[in-house]
């Protein structure tokens, strides 16, 4: 029979952060530090953004993505992975359907600008959430300021 382990939502965001950021720390895409250094910078700011308009955040960090630094592309892919992963594995199913389509940062984005305002509220908090573990794991894991 195999092994049921049982975790609660804030250890499958842990988890899953600092996952993110050991990955991109053995890509050798990504693993220089000025690029470590630009996604740390994002993780701690993303929460203030999000703290002042979810949707504004999200957007502001979309509208950074086509630029040279990749390191808002690569952290809201990250934050667009967790939803699609809590949709289908967990209890935000209240925000995110498991069949709603999370394959890029624009479906997430477009899928946020039709929650009702308690969705909204709880999307708020989901990002608050996970964009805490991202960084806490990000000054752990990645040297320099």
Avoid: C
């Avoid at 600008?113 to 960084?135: C, N, P, R």
Wanted: zero cysteines.
């Amino acid at each position: 029979m195999p092994e049921i382990t049982l975790r609660t939502l804030d250890q499958e965001r842990a988890k899953f952060a600092v996952e993110k950021i050991e990955s991109i720390k053995n890509d050798s895409n990504f693993n220089n530090q000025e690029f470590l250094k630009k996604y740390k910078a994002r993780a701690k700011d993303f929460q203030a953004y999000v703290r002042e308009d979810l949707l504004q955040g999200l957007t502001f960090f979309f509208s950074k993505i086509n630029g040279k630094d990749q390191s808002y592309k690569v952290f809201l892919e990250h934050i667009t992975e967790w939803f699609k992963k809590a949709a289908t594995e967990s209890n935000l199913q209240i925000i995110f359907s498991p069949d709603v389509n999370l394959e890029e940062p624009l479906d997430l984005i477009k899928h946020i600008q039709g929650l009702d305002v308690d969705q909204y509220l709880h999307a708020t908090q989901e990002s608050l959430a996970i964009g805490g573990w991202f960084k806490r794991f990000a000054d752990a894991l990645i040297e320099g300021e």
